[in-house]
């Protein structure tokens, strides 16, 4: 399998553009997770899936966020607009077991906003 | 507030040495904590997992630790490499409350040839 496979891996945009990120998981894990890296606050998590269903948002930072999984094999984190303060690595990871088992991530994407 | 440290933000040591990490927690009960590897401009990789009723776990050169009553775990490498050389991170999941997986803000180890 090729892991999980996250697009673009560097975007750069100014203020208040949209912002789409894109993540395909493992094939059969049924858990997606999105998360955030930042220097200053590590690893956050912003939303998880569960076979296809958001199961809880409450690390979403605001209503310019929001997140998709249309299928079992997609799902897409859109920010619009975009600010200053959004930038980040922001990382896809699928699971089999949900938060008890291992977790696989994508490389990332870098995310720069002017 | 629940929070999670990791002993140092870098951490050095001389190749061929036992690098040792520290997590602890606090206003956790987590059910399992893992250690993972990221490298530079890479994502996390999953190293091992350990239950709150496992005291210790191996895995080649790897050993993890976790004290429930302490509220800590060690995460050690026997015999050091370079290629060591990453930031590593500790991760609680707890099975009550706030159901998820939250990390700590990582150690950057430096294995010195």
């Known amino acids: 399998d090729a892991g999980v496979i996250q697009s673009p891996r560097h975007e750069v945009t100014e203020m208040g553009q949209e912002v789409t990120l894109r993540c395909k998981p493992i094939?059969?894990?049924?858990?997606l997770f999105w998360y955030r890296q930042t220097m200053m606050r590590g690893l956050e998590l912003l939303i998880y899936?569960?076979?296809?269903?958001?199961?809880?948002d409450s690390g979403m930072p605001e209503d310019r966020f929001s997140a998709k999984m249309p299928n079992a094999s997609f799902s897409t984190l859109k920010i619009q607009p975009s600010e200053p303060r959004d930038s980040a690595v922001y990382f896809c990871?699928?699971?089999?077991?949900?938060?008890?088992?291992?977790?696989?991530f994508g490389e990332g994407s870098r995310l720069t906003v002017l | 507030s629940q929070k999670i440290e990791q002993n140092s933000e870098a951490l050095n040591i001389q190749e061929g040495k036992t690098a040792t990490l520290t997590c602890n927690y606090t206003?956790?009960?987590?059910?399992?904590l893992q250690w993972y590897r990221q490298d530079p401009g890479r994502g996390p990789v999953f190293l091992l997992l350990?239950?709150?009723?496992?005291k210790e776990k191996r895995k080649e050169r790897l050993k993890v630790t976790f004290d429930t009553t302490l509220k800590q775990s060690l995460f050690h490498i026997t015999a050091s490499q370079p290629a060591d050389s990453a930031t590593y991170l500790c991760?609680?999941?707890?099975?009550?409350?706030?159901?998820?997986?939250?990390f700590g803000k990582g150690t950057k180890l430096s294995v010195i040839p």
């Open positions: 990871a699928s699971s089999l077991r949900g938060f008890a088992g291992e977790l696989f």
């Open positions: 094939s059969g894990h049924d858990y």
């Open positions: 899936f569960n076979n296809n269903v958001p199961i809880d």
């Open positions: 206003n956790y009960s987590p059910a399992y």
């Open positions: 350990i239950r709150e009723n496992e």
């Open positions: 991760a609680l999941h707890s099975g009550a409350g706030s159901y998820q997986l939250t």
